[in-house]
T-cell receptor, first 114, second 110 residues
Framework: NAGVTQTPKFQVLKTGQSMTLQCAQDMNHNSMYWYRQDPGMGLRLIYYSASEGTTDKGEVPNGYNVSRLNKREFSLRLESAAPSQTSVYFC?????????????FGPGTRLLVL | GEDVEQSLFLSVREGDSSVINCTYTDSSSTYLYWYKQEPGAGLQLLTY?????DMKQDQRLTVLLNKKDKHLSLRIADTQTGDSAIYFC??????????FGTGTSLTVIP
């Protein structure tokens, strides 16, 4: 039981390059999330997926796309990276069953866009 | 987005209680959360409270919610050096929209 895994751990891109951040969870949670964390700020929600086959925009979706490939996997794509997308990206999963809630976060992907 | 505010720093002596405060703006928030983040790691959900509750206790953690003032607090009893970390509060509404505060860095002095 690995929880939430993210790849890669680190990435350096040049402006205009594209990349996909991968996230997988093995807890059979329905909901998955992508956040970014900038220095001195809390997490901001980019996109979420309430269930397999659905995705919705969060607070800061511009410049990103997502795919909920199956129940386990939720990927985040930067089509044309910009320096403003330099950040730490966290994936999370969530389950709310019988009034009890669990959430797990991945270790993060540190992205530098030059 | 919503404004969730926290003080930036808190320093306490080992064995004392820590109280971390948070204010939020949206009265329609359904759940309010507290998370812990250690250096270089992802967030860990510590506890949460439903908006129709005033208090929740979970071992050393006590959450107080004042809906009238939109104020949330986290009290950590008998604070230990392992509690040194950044603590975030967050509110959620409409199920899946989460808004986080900027975090409070807690330093525990031995």
């Amino acid at each position: 039981n690995a929880g939430v895994t993210q790849t890669p751990k680190f990435q350096v891109l040049k402006t205009g390059q594209s990349m996909t951040l991968q996230c997988a969870q093995d807890m059979n949670h329905n909901s998955m999330y992508w956040y970014r964390q900038d220095p001195g700020m809390g997490l901001r929600l980019i996109y979420y997926s309430a269930s397999e086959g659905t995705t919705d925009k969060g607070e800061v979706p511009n410049g990103y796309n997502v795919s909920r490939l199956n129940k386990r996997e939720f990927s985040l794509r930067l089509e044309s990276a910009a320096p403003s997308q330099t950040s730490v990206y966290f994936c999370a999963s969530r389950d709310r069953t019988g009034g009890a809630e669990t959430q797990y976060f991945g270790p993060g992907t540190r992205l530098l866009v030059l | 987005g919503e404004d969730v505010e926290q003080s930036l720093f808190l320093s306490v002596r080992e064995g004392d209680s820590s109280v971390i405060n948070c204010t939020y703006t949206d009265s329609s928030s359904t759940y309010l959360y507290w998370y812990k983040q250690e250096p270089g790691a992802g967030l860990q959900l510590l506890t949460y409270i439903f908006s129709n509750m005033d208090m929740k206790q979970d071992q050393r953690l006590t959450v107080l919610l004042n809906k009238k003032d939109k104020h949330l607090s986290l009290r950590i009893a008998d604070t230990q050096t392992g509690d040194s970390a950044i603590y975030f509060c967050a509110e959620s509404m409409a199920g899946n929209q989460f808004y986080f505060g900027t975090g409070t860095s807690l330093t525990v002095i031995p």
